[in-house]
């Protein structure tokens, strides 16, 4: 069975970094794009960032310079480099693989940024 399991998470300052890390366990057939979601206290999940099996990237407007995203196609592991860390960061994040089919969702990894 498919697992995603996130890593990465922690406390940081403001201005700090965080690197989140994305490990697929299994074989995933069908790929379309990954991409890393995060749900802060009263809020609804939102996409942080999401790159295409071609390579191609798109981030929430609110992440935009600050957080990269990246993968390893060859072990399907994806990760998201967070710069210049805010309070307002601060959620649980979690990586989604969508695809020809169900998708899958990661447990998450909380992420708090201190001011």
């Known amino acids: 069975q498919v697992q995603l399991v996130e890593s990465g998470g922690g406390l940081v300052q403001t201005g700090g970094s965080l690197r989140l890390s994305c490990a697929a366990s299994g074989t995933i057939a069908g790929i379309t794009d990954m991409g890393w979601y995060r749900q802060g206290p009263g809020n609804q999940r939102e996409l942080v960032a999401r790159i295409t099996v071609g390579g191609s990237t798109n981030y929430a407007d609110s992440v935009k310079g600050r957080f990269t995203i990246s993968r390893d196609a060859s072990k399907n592991w994806i990760y998201l480099q967070m710069d210049s860390l805010k309070p307002e960061d601060t959620a649980v994040y979690y990586c989604?693989?969508?695809?020809?089919?169900?998708?899958?969702w990661g447990q998450g990894t909380q992420v708090t940024v201190s001011s």
């Open positions: 989604r693989f969508r695809r020809l089919g169900p998708d899958y």
